[in-house]
T-cell receptor, first 117, second 109 residues
Framework: GAVVSQHPSRVICKSGTSVKIECRSLDFQATTMFWYRQFPKQSLMLMATSNEGSKATYEQGVEKDKFLINHASLTLSTLTVTSAHPEDSSFYIC?????????????FGPGTRLTVT | GQQLNQSPQSMFIQEGEDVSMNCTSSSIFNTWLWYKQDPGEGPVLLIALYKAGELTSNGRLTAQFGITRKDSFLNISASIPSDVGIYFCAGVTGNQFYFGTGTSLTVIP
């Protein structure tokens, strides 16, 4: 099956610093990648949808200047949390949809646990 | 975004029992997906359904795409301890994915 990796798996940073999370599709090309945020024991909250080579589309209520998304290639998307604050602490998960995939499936990365102190 | 209604919210069952959960929506979807998420991990795709009425199995798991296209069901037979986790449904239309609220499953040995 399709494999999606995320790096880092865990990160602890100080308030005010920026953190970059990478999402890679390892064995397929992803024209579309999605970024989610998940709070404990809750469902996935879509933050933004990114298409390769174009600007990301953010969900209502998500600050685009705080959560910078770059989808520079068909296998890599990055999420940068700028000027992080403790309330940004969460589990961030990316997913990818294949380029020639006739179906409508998403494959998820293993997630990144961000803790802002 | 829209979230689908998933029930039950949580289940505590004995090992060996069968499990049923469902997902409902007020909207029609073209595809239904079922995922399982282990603690601290990303969701893993279990079953994908593409046609109304479709019944698909993956080992002990069986899922159905409702005739009305507004619901889907997941059954797990003869549960085992490693079935523990949170199960999410997802309805898909175009490039839009809508996730259910999740069903937390606990299997008691």
């Amino acid at each position: 099956g399709a494999v999606v990796s995320q790096h880092p798996s865990r990160v602890i940073c100080k308030s005010g610093t920026s953190v970059k999370i990478e999402c890679r599709s390892l064995d397929f090309q992803a024209t579309t990648m999605f970024w989610y945020r998940q709070f404990p024991k809750q469902s996935l909250m879509l933050m933004a949808t990114s298409n390769e080579g174009s600007k990301a589309t953010y969900e209502q209520g998500v600050e685009k200047d705080k959560f910078l998304i770059n989808h520079a290639s068909l296998t890599l998307s990055t999420l940068t949390v700028t000027s992080a604050h403790p309330e940004d602490s969460s589990f961030y998960i990316c997913s990818a949809r294949g380029q020639r995939d006739a179906s409508y499936e998403q494959y998820f990365g293993p997630g990144t646990r961000l803790t802002v102190t | 975004g829209q979230q689908l209604n998933q029930s039950p919210q949580s289940m505590f069952i004995q090992e060996g029992e069968d499990v049923s959960m469902n997902c409902t929506s007020s909207s029609i979807f073209n595809t239904w997906l079922w995922y399982k998420q282990d603690p601290g991990e990303g969701p893993v795709l279990l079953i994908a359904l593409y046609k109304a009425g479709e019944l698909t199995s993956n080992g002990r798991l069986t899922a159905q795409f409702g005739i009305t296209r507004k619901d889907s069901f997941l059954n797990i037979s003869a549960s085992i301890p490693s079935d523990v986790g949170i199960y999410f449904c997802a309805g898909v239309t175009g490039n839009q994915f809508y996730f259910g609220t999740g069903t937390s499953l606990t299997v008691i040995p």
